[in-house]
């Protein structure tokens, strides 16, 4: 009886505790934002005021055009490349530390934090300790971009894989199929609507990323905003912007549509 | 013939799941494993493809021993070997066809395997197994656009698809509905005469047994209590079998 008491009001303790860390955090989100919510309404207007007003890409710029969209591709593309050599090394490295595919505990234990570091060391960080090495050439927009990808796709790709489950593998070992039968026939089609998905996902990040880690860098259509900025060519700057909104609307959209295909 | 002598399987954290096993099934019949929940059979029957590795023992299959064979005998000798799943375990975007082609991938080397590559017989095979369950029409169809009946038929093919001379199967019919588990039974038995198979199913139902196993085993808390034709399955063979349940039901 006596326990049983005990073990209420440890039970009621515990969820006072929990119910006042929340309560906390609410009412310090709460303070924070009212703060904000003023600034950054009024900070965004003036912003956008600004832009609006100095930036209107207007008629003298568009012989910058051909130069922008030249930019553009290079940097796109870099992004692209950078997310298919990541997702290419994140996949293994999330069969080896999966733990529905992973045949090495040592392996297991070791990748999921690497790619946690790795996801968790923003692009910017990469970009600034590459630029050390490898100068302000497009290379080191790349690698930042690859180290990053590498660790948020092998976190992404691991949990996917351990969805997958073991029935698939089952099946597939109980046919006597050797283990890269089972992972290619089995385990990657069960997956790979997600794995697609999140490709995607990677690969419109890293387009928005590139252009600031253009900046970085000293190349692509980063580089030439920051140009245009500094020799006040605001019209031409303007132009860049809405250069790269238009290209991010265009890749979400068939990333969308894309994920339609595949999911049907 | 499969014949089993003497398995035992204690799981890590001591519990006894197979205490001193044995019997012997002969090809062309189906055997029913029947026995209280937590009795063993599912550990006995992935014992028998060696999901699950008993400690001592012999499983002997054609003149091949399981419990002590090496990972490339093993793999060989699971060929032989088809299973299948309570949850079908179909790869469910892939179509009802590649599933059942699927059950090649045992015969294939590295590339082939890995790629996916199957010869025009083994489409064709594909193709009259499919036939066979009777879901000829639904072969380019995903897996996942299928009934649950018709995805117990998948698997079948699939196993069917490795000719194999025993099929294991852990309670394939505990997430059907009553007509599509007399199909699935139905279609299990007449595999089992027509192909000379050796098929032994995990059961908890006792007049599902009764009405499409040939043979029965009855296992209680890891032994094999009971061990003879359906027919000989009396009730006190029954009170045997479900001893414990009795037991807690009662107090
Ligand atoms: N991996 C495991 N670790 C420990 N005990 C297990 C494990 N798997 C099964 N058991 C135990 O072994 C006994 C037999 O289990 P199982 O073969 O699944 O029974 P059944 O299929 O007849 O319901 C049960 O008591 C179960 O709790
Ligand atoms: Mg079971």
């Known amino acids: 009886m006596a326990e049983l008491t005990r073990y209420f009001s440890h039970q009621r303790r515990v969820r006072l505790l929990v119910f006042g860390t929340l309560l906390a955090l609410l009412l310090l989100a709460q303070v924070a934002l009212q703060l904000n919510v003023i600034e950054a309404a009024t900070g965004v207007f003036a912003g956008w005021g600004w832009l609006v007003a100095n930036f209107a890409p207007i008629a003298s710029a568009f012989p910058a055009l051909g130069e922008i969209s030249w930019q553009l591709a290079a940097t796109v593309l870099i992004a692209i490349a950078a997310t298919m050599v990541a ?53 080191t927009g790349f690698l930042a971009l690859l180290l990053m990808s590498v660790g948020y796709l092998t976190r992404a790709f691991m949990e996917t894989l351990d969805e997958v489950g073991h029935g698939v593998i089952e099946a ?9 039968a089972i992972i290619c026939q089995g385990v990657l089609p069960a997956a790979a609507a997600p794995l697609v998905s999140w490709l995607l996902y990677m690969i419109e990040n ?38 790269i909104i238009l290209v991010t609307i265009a890749i979400e959209l068939s990333a969308t549509k894309l994920r339609q295909v595949l999911n049907a | 013939m499969l014949t089993v002598t003497a398995l035992n399987k204690t799981y890590p954290n001591g ?29 006995l029957l992935r014992s028998l493809n060696r999901f699950i590795t008993p400690e001592s023992g012999t499983i002997e299959l054609d003149g091949l021993e399981l419990v002590g064979a090496t990972r490339a005998a093993l793999r060989q000798a699971r060929r032989h070997i ?30 082939p395997g890995m790629m996916g590559l199957y010869t025009h017989a083994e489409k064709k095979r594909a193709m009259a197994l499919l036939q066979e369950v009777g879901l000829a029409e639904s072969a380019t169809q995903p897996a996942k656009s299928l009934s649950g009946g018709q995805k117990q ?4 093919a699939r196993a069917l698809m490795q000719s194999p001379q025993v099929i294991l199967c852990d309670e394939p019919i505990a997430s059907l509905d009553p007509q599509s588990t ?56 029954l009170a045997r079998i479900y001893a414990q349940e009795e037991a807690m039901v009662n107090g």
């Open chain 2, 182 to 237: 007399a199909t699935i039974m139905t279609l299990l038995a007449k595999l089992a005469k027509q192909k000379q198979l050796t098929i032994i199913i995990n059961l908890h139902q006792v007049d599902l047994a009764r009405e499409y196993a040939d043979h029965i085993i009855g296992i209680n808390a890891g032994r094999c209590v009971f061990d003879d034709a359906t027919a000989a399955l009396d009730d006190a063979a």
């Open chain 2, 15 to 43: 519990k006894r799941g197979l205490i001193d096993v044995g019997f012997e099934l002969q090809a062309g019949t189906v055997t029913a494993i029947i026995g209280p929940s937590g009795a063993g059979k599912t550990t």
């Open chain 2, 82 to 111: 088809g299973m299948i799943f309570q949850d079908y375990n179909l790869i469910e975007p892939l179509s009802a066809l590649e599933n059942v082609l699927h059950g090649t991938l045992g015969d294939k080397r590295l590339l």
């Open chain 1, 206 to 243: 890293n387009i928005r990323d590139a252009t600031l880690v253009g900046m970085l860098t000293g190349t692509g259509v980063g580089f030439l905003f920051d140009l245009y900025f500094k020799s006040f060519r605001y019209p031409a700057a303007g132009l860049v912007v809405c250069a």
């Open chain 1, 172 to 180: 597939l070992e109980a046919t006597g199929a050797g283990y890269w």
């Open chain 2, 153 to 156: 038929r998948v698997g079948i």
């Open chain 1, 87 to 139: 997702a290419g090394v994140a996949l293994l490295l999330a069969l080896a530390g999966a733990r529905t595919t992973s045949h090495w505990p040592l392996a297991q234990a070791l990748i999921r934090p690497f790619a946690s570091i790795m996801r968790n060391i923003p692009f910017v960080a990469w970009a600034l300790v590459l630029l050390f090495s490898f100068k302000q050439t497009p290379f």
